[in-house]
């Protein structure tokens, strides 16, 4: 009788380990919701319309994606967000490095737990499966033609960004460099603001003093543009300082509508999102996620000037659902 039952006992512990090896089908695979992770560079409001995107890519992707903000921009808090969300236990992350050459370690620990994927600002160095984002290059050229068009007699201009660690920032202030090359334009400085949305606004207010013949201001980061504006006509010069930035704030737009703002150079965040809850979801699956070979995922950037601003506008209101 015992040996009948321990028979009976190991065939059932047979079936059942085999039940558990038992390969899903690609249905049941398909089925199953990934908990992937978003990680910005820190809490500006470009960030919301791309966590709109990343709503709406976990309706269309079948994915829960956790948003992560780093408070002060830091590299600093993205490694403890990075360590945390592995802990967590998700399946893949993207992220907008801060300081990416610095980063490159915790970067490919990173990637050897999960994939890893880079958005807005890209790892090339790291161990990162692909970049999903801006040409930051071509935006910078596309910049640099705007500000030679709001100038064409040129002079002088000042460049702000969080910070010129960020491989974004490096790359978009090459491409102004190099579209301004041969103009009457001349580049005084750029200043940083390591994410400081109040010493951005100081920033311009200390260049408009320093410079009193300033001619133009440029914003290479989101924040950057409604900073500008609000400096430009608190010391009544809106129109004779020549305004271009980046990016689709809701300041920045109105103040391009208001004429303040010569253009901006917009990104698709909202696209950012959407796109990276994509890939995460088919990497997850053991899917095709769509990567080329040369590993980038071009998003084109817009110029957005008072001609286009409002449909603009409405456009974008309607995608993050605010009326």
């Known amino acids: 009788m015992r040996k009948i039952l321990a028979v009976l006992m190991a065939g059932a512990l047979a079936a059942a380990l085999a039940s558990c090896a038992k390969k899903q089908s690609p249905q049941e695979k398909a089925a199953e ?40 921009g830091t590299a600093t808090e993205q490694k403890t967000i990075l360590e945390d969300l592995v802990v967590r236990g998700v399946t893949g992350i993207a992220i907008s490095p801060v300081d990416p050459a610095n980063q490159t370690d915790i970067l490919n620990k990173t990637a ?6 880079c958005h807005d600002s890209d790892a090339p160095e790291s161990n990162r ?8 290059y071509k935006a910078g050229l596309a910049a640099g033609a705007e500000i ?30 190099d579209a301004i090359k041969g103009s009457k334009i001349k580049i005084v ?25 300033i001619a133009g201001l440029m914003g290479l980061w989101s ?15 809106q129109g004779k300082v020549k305004i271009v930035c980046f990016d689709e704030e809701q300041g920045t737009l109105q103040a391009v509508k208001d004429g303040v703002i010569s253009s901006t150079v917009v990104q698709q965040p909202y696209e950012f999102g959407y796109q990276s809850t994509r890939v995460l979801g088919a990497l997850a699956r053991g899917e095709d996620a769509g990567i080329p070979e040369n590993k980038i995922i071009d998003i084109p950037v817009k110029v957005i000037n008072k001609s286009n601003v409002d449909a603009f506008w409405a456009e974008l209101n309607k995608r993050i659902g605010k009326k």
């Open 223 to 237: 924040y950057n543009g409604p900073a500008i504006a609000e400096a430009v006509k608190a010391a009544g010069k």
């Open 189 to 213: 400085g750029t200043l940083t603001d390591n994410a400081d949305h109040a010493k951005a606004k100081s920033n311009v207010e200390d260049a408009l003093v320093k410079y009193p013949d």
């Open 148 to 177: 030679k068009k709001a100038l064409p007699n040129g002079g002088k201009v000042m460049l702000f960004v969080g910070t010129l660690d960020a491989l974004n920032a490096v790359e978009r202030r090459r491409g102004i460099f």
């Open 33 to 72: 919701k990934p908990l992937v992770a978003f990680v910005t560079n820190n809490v500006s409001n470009f960030w919301a319309i791309a966590a709109a995107g990343v709503s709406q890519g976990e309706k269309d992707f079948n994915v829960k994606c956790l948003v992560r903000k780093p408070a002060q």
């Open 112 to 117: 050897a737990s999960v994939n890893l994927i």
């Open 129 to 136: 499966l692909c970049y999903l984002g801006t040409d930051n």
